[in-house]
């Protein structure tokens, strides 16, 4: 799958959230300049990235030092000044609350669903970004829970197209399933 200069630029080191799916957290979130969110595991800071290239704050927790660090490089040579890359476990515990947007893509996003409700705003979404159907069950299980509402689940497929002077069609290669994306939203009014 072709990756821009935007994210090619960007150095990786787990596996990364591709442009395809973190088009559709900024769309279907609302996201803007005046929107704080906050993110887990930050990996290569890759998704962090792209939502401080839009949000007015971004505060993202790795627990792994040497992706921290990497993550942080990134969000340096990109120039972002309103993106924290910090140790911690969200599972544990959220510095801050008032969020617009929080996002997890890690191993056990499910456990993070408590500190994350208390962590948004009434309003505010959580998404979860899961490889395996069976994780994708239980984030969407603990989400009903702690009575977020909303609660929607996506696969994006994006087929790359190849032209050449036989005909058009899609290709046989590239990038098929990379995780299911789920979405939800905490209530308005408690
Ligand atoms: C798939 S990567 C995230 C990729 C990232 N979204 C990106 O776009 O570059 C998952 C990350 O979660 C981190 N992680 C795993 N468990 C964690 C936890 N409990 N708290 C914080 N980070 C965690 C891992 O060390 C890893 O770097």
């Known amino acids: 799958m072709y990756i821009p200069p935007a994210y090619k630029r960007l150095k990786r080191a787990p596996q990364v959230m591709l442009p395809k799916d973190i088009g559709i957290v900024i769309?279907?979130?609302?996201?803007?300049?005046?929107?704080?969110c906050f993110d887990a595991?930050?990996?290569?800071?890759?998704l962090a990235v792209s939502l401080a290239r839009v949000a007015k704050e971004v505060t993202s927790y790795e627990i792994r030092d040497e992706f921290m660090k990497l993550a942080q490089k990134n969000a340096r040579n990109e120039g972002l000044k309103n993106l924290r890359i910090m140790k911690g476990d969200p599972i544990k515990r959220i510095v801050g609350k008032d969020f617009d947007l929080v996002t997890l893509d890690m191993p056990d996003s499910d456990k993070a669903v408590p500190n994350a409700y208390k962590?948004?705003?009434?309003?505010?979404?959580i998404f979860g970004y899961l490889p395996h159907i069976e994780q994708m069950k239980k984030f969407i299980r603990a989400l009903g829970k702690q009575r977020f509402g909303e609660i929607n689940a996506y696969e994006l497929i994006a087929r790359d197209m190849i032209t050449r002077k036989e005909g058009t069609r899609p290709s046989t290669?590239?990038?098929?399933?990379?995780?299911?994306?789920v979405f939800a939203r905490k209530p308005e009014v408690q």
């Open 27 to 36: 769309a279907y979130t609302g996201l803007n300049k005046q929107s704080k």
């Open 41 to 46: 595991g930050t990996g290569s800071g890759w």
């Open 119 to 125: 962590a948004l705003k009434n309003g505010g979404y």
């Open 173 to 181: 290669k590239g990038v098929w399933h990379t995780a299911y994306l």
